[in-house]
Every structure is written in structure tokens, then in C-alpha cells.
């Protein structure tokens, strides 16, 4: 039975879920010159990063917040997608499993619900009073192209001949006290509303919700399906409907719990010098380019507002970590549904950014079986986009273990009989190799590595020289305050 009771998207509660957890960690005095950003980035390359909540900023009054590395662990991510608690990157994979598409299935049922009025109406400003300069929005990098208020966020807008509402991650950088830019990559949903308003000569409204429940930023940067709406989504999550508020300018419908709301309009010909700003891959891939600006007529914010952030970096990164555990699910599913047997795990490792370095393990059942599974792996729907590297392993290999991976690649494989290269395959003009490439297209190749015991000799390879996985974890157990420190 479906709860009618509709979700605020509050970010504080999960909060303290998470300082329960004892996975929060205050900051308090860092920078937002450079020093928080950098924090975060090396909190972040931790084995269990803790999410950080940043205070007493320098230059912002105490209570104006920043927080970082919200979905970093599996116990937070867990917790994010309302899937119980894990502990492990494999138990949160398995619990992801088919998820998305009974999220999808199920998202019609969960229109978001007006309620008129909610916290993030604490605050308004308006007309000579905006100023977006007034939260503590971190230059993250020392080659940003400007301070980004906007990573970890919710970018709401509205199509031009529907009613069609869409919610996108688009990253959002300060260009003055009440005007900031707005980029989204051609194709992305926001992208094709906002072109048809431009063509119309219209004004594009926006609504940039700074943060919420971090549920919202993760849903906003994943593909929903066209014509979908994220808060839609989101409800199926919950299970139950989304609070929203209405924007009083645009009427765009933004969380009643939000705690930064940034609302305005995209003019026809106003477009200003936006970035670099780095990408997933952990490059700045682009020069400074034009991009919209909005013009922010409108400010609603919480009492001691919080920013979220999750800027983009050489990964690990911010949200590198959810991307693996998502795209990890629905490569798996994506075997699965290919009739591909005995897929023992999938990881998208984030080195490749989820994407550029990807390891299956199979129990081979048959000669042929670990091309098959590498093959498909690769270029199937989910898999072929940017897919540089596509690993296959043994079951008795933990695929997201590079230790273990590569360890299988150095003795398990023949370079000349166990790589196969893809050629032309399904690339991006965000690949940092495109520069080197000869294609007038988005191409690149790829690798299929076969580290699987051959099949041909799959009785007669030495043993591995180690303790059994019943006798390590039976040594866990009981060494756990030796082995554990």
C-alpha cells in the first residue's frame, strides 16, 4: 500500500542518521578558498571517507554550512537509497539489483505533493537583496574557472509546449551577486527545454535547489527517462510522494525542506565566459565556453543553511564511489538479461570514473564463456559509452579488488591470445585521449582482457597458494583486534 504521507527531501535528518552511524565528522575554520575543496578531495581517498560538515567558514557567519562526501561509504549510500543497511560494496550491489526499473515502473504513482509552505521559506530575499555571494560556495580547485555553488544539486526547470518538469544535476558557477552560469551538456533534458524557450525567444525559469536529502542530487544526475520527472522517481524511492512548494516566480515546484533555493529566469542571448571546471575522469577536458546565465530574482534558504557539494575531481572523488555502486547493479542486470550465467559480481571501478575501467567474475561453465561475458559487458546498452577497459575474471577474484584484479590479469592471461581490441567503438568528446585520436567522430577502442583460468587447462592450473575464504574469515573473527587496527 503506497504511504501518502509525503517526504520533505530534509537533509538534516538524514544527518543525524549518518553522525549515528559515526560517520560524520565537523569541520570547523576551513577555508572555502581552496581549503575546504582540498579537505574534501583527500577525506575522500580515505579506505572509509566520513561525510564532512564544514562550520564557522571564514568571512560567513557561523551556521552557513558546507557538506561534502555525503554518499562516499556504503552504509550512507545504503542509507540514501532506502535499501536497509550494508557495509560492503558487494551487499549494497545485490541489494541494488533491479531496483531502477521498479523505481522506474512504479514512478508514475508518486506525484510530488504541494504543501504550500515548509522551511525553506524561513528566509526570502528578493530584488536589491539577493545575493548568492552570501553563502560560503567553495573554489574547489586552483584552476576553476570560478566558485561553484552548484555540484551537489538539483537544477528544476520546465519544458516550453508540456508540462513536462525535469530535474538535472548541471553545475551552476557564480558570476556576480545575482547572476550565475548554468551548464548542461547538449542532449541532456535540461539542455533541450532550455533550446526550445531560446528558440521561441522565451525566458527559461529555473529553479537550483542547493541542497536537500542527498536522495536529490544522486536521482538528479542519472538517466530518467525522457519525459519522466526526477521528484516522480525520487517518490518511488521513498515510497512515498515528494513535499514540494511552489517557486513565486516561476512556479516551479522545488522540496519543502530544501535548504538553499535559488530561483530565476535564463534570458534569450545572455550567455558569459563559464569553467573549466573538471570532469568525472579527473580532467578539465574543455576550455572556458559560453554558457546561460541565470538571473536569480528570488533566494529562499533555511536558517543555518547548508550547501551540499560534490564537485567533480580525479577519482576517487565526491560521488565517485555511488556511481560505481549504481552502474555496477545495472551492469549486472544488463548480463543477466543478455542470458549471460553464473555472473558471481560486476564493479565499475571508480579509477575509470564508473565507466573507463569495468571487471566481471564468472564461474566459467563453458569455452567461450568469459568472452562472451566480456564482450557483452562492454557494449551492451548500460556498458558502451566511454567503456575503455572490460575485465574478466574468475570467480574466486574479488572484481572490486584492483589488487586482486590485477593480479589475475599478471598471471591468469596471455597479452597475445587474451586481449581483444574493439575498434571504433562508442566514445565521448569528454575522453581526455580525444585530442590524440584521428576520428572526426567519438570514437574510441577498446580492450577485452581475459584473465579467467583458460578453460582448456582449467584442471590442470596451479593451485592458489593462500588461506581458504573460510579460514580468513574465520581468522577475522577471532584476530579481529590484531587484524583490524
Known amino acids: 500500500m503506497t504511504n501518502k504521507t509525503p517526504d520533505a527531501l530534509d537533509l538534516r535528518p538524514w544527518i543525524e542518521e549518518v553522525r549515528a552511524l559515526g560517520e560524520l565528522v565537523e569541520v570547523d575554520g576551513a577555508d572555502w578558498n581552496l581549503e575546504l575543496g582540498a579537505i574534501s578531495e583527500l577525506n575522500v581517498k580515505r579506505a572509509r571517507p566520513p561525510a564532512l560538515l564544514f562550520d564557522r567558514i571564514p568571512g560567513y557567519a557561523d551556521g552557513f554550512r ?23 560494496h558487494a551487499g549494497l550491489v545485490q541489494a541494488l539489483r533491479g531496483k531502477p526499473r521498479q523505481w522506474q515502473t512504479q514512478a508514475p504513482d ?7 509552505t515548509g522551511p525553506v521559506f524561513e528566509n526570502v530575499a528578493s530584488g536589491a537583496d539577493v545575493n ?27 519544458d516550453l509546449d508540456s508540462d513536462w518538469v525535469n530535474v538535472g544535476t548541471y553545475r551552476v558557477m557564480i558570476h556576480d551577486r545575482n547572476h550565475v ?46 519525459g519522466m520527472c526526477e521528484l516522480n522517481y525520487i517518490g518511488a524511492i521513498l515510497q512515498r510522494p515528494v513535499s514540494v512548494v511552489k517557486g513565486q516566480l516561476t512556479g516551479l515546484p522545488i522540496p519543502s525542506g530544501a535548504e538553499i533555493v535559488l530561483e530565476g529566469w535564463a534570458h534569450p542571448g545572455d550567455e558569459r565566459i563559464e569553467g573549466p571546471f573538471g570532469e568525472f575522469h ?77 571487471v566481471v567474475s564468472i564461474r566459467q561453465r563453458y569455452a567461450g564463456h568469459a568472452r562472451q561475458a566480456g564482450h557483452i559487458l562492454n557494449q551492451c546498452g548500460v556498458g558502451a559509452y566511454m567503456s575503455r577497459y572490460t575485465i574478466v575474471v574468475d570467480d574466486d577474484i574479488d572484481p572490486s579488488n584492483m589488487q586482486e584484479v590485477m593480479w589475475a590479469v599478471a598471471t591468469r592471461s596471455d597479452p597475445e591470445l587474451d586481449i581483444d581490441i574493439i575498434k571504433r567503438g562508442m566514445g565521448s568528446k569528454n575522453d581526455p585521449m580525444s585530442i590524440a585520436y584521428p576520428y572526426k567522430a567519438p570514437f574510441n577502442s577498446k580492450a577485452i582482457i581475459d584473465a579467467c583460468r583458460p578453460y582448456d587447462f582449467i584442471d590442470e592450473f596451479p ?21 583490524d587496527k
Open 66 to 88: 558546507v557538506m561534502t562526501c555525503s554518499t562516499s561509504s556504503p552504509a550512507r549510500l545504503s542509507s540514501i537509497l532506502r535499501l536497509g543497511h550494508h557495509d560492503t
Open 110 to 116: 508518486y506525484e510530488p505533493v504541494d504543501v504550500g
Open 132 to 158: 548568492v555571494e552570501a553563502f560560503p560556495a567553495p573554489l574547489w580547485h586552483e584552476k576553476d574557472g570560478g566558485r561553484y555553488i552548484g555540484t551537489g544539486c538539483m537544477v528544476v526547470t520546465r
Open 181 to 226: 552560469g548554468l551548464d548542461m551538456i547538449p542532449g541532456k533534458h535540461g539542455a533541450i527545454q532550455y533550446d526550445k524557450h531560446m528558440k521561441a525567444g522565451k525566458p527559461f525559469p529555473v529553479a537550483i535547489v542547493i541542497g536537500c536529502d542527498p536522495l536529490g542530487y544522486l536521482i538528479s544526475g542519472i538517466e530518467v527517462p525522457f
Open 282 to 358: 579527473g580532467y578539465y577536458p574543455g576550455k572556458p565556453a559560453t554558457a546561460p546565465v541565470v538571473t536569480i530574482e528570488r533566494v529562499y534558504y533555511r536558517d543555518n543553511p547548508i550547501i551540499m557539494g560534490s564537485p567533480p575531481a580525479k577519482p576517487p572523488n565526491d560521488y565517485s564511489y555511488s556511481k560505481a555502486v549504481m552502474r555496477s547493479a545495472l551492469l549486472i542486470d544488463a548480463l543477466q538479461a543478455a542470458g549471460v550465467p553464473d555472473v558471481a559480481g560486476v564493479w565499475a571501478h571508480e579509477i575509470g570514473g564508473a565507466r573507463m575501467f569495468n
Open 463 to 483: 593451485e592458489v597458494a593462500e588461506a581458504s575464504k573460510e579460514l580468513q574469515q574465520a581468522t577475522l573473527a577471532k584476530w579481529h583486534h590484531i587484524l
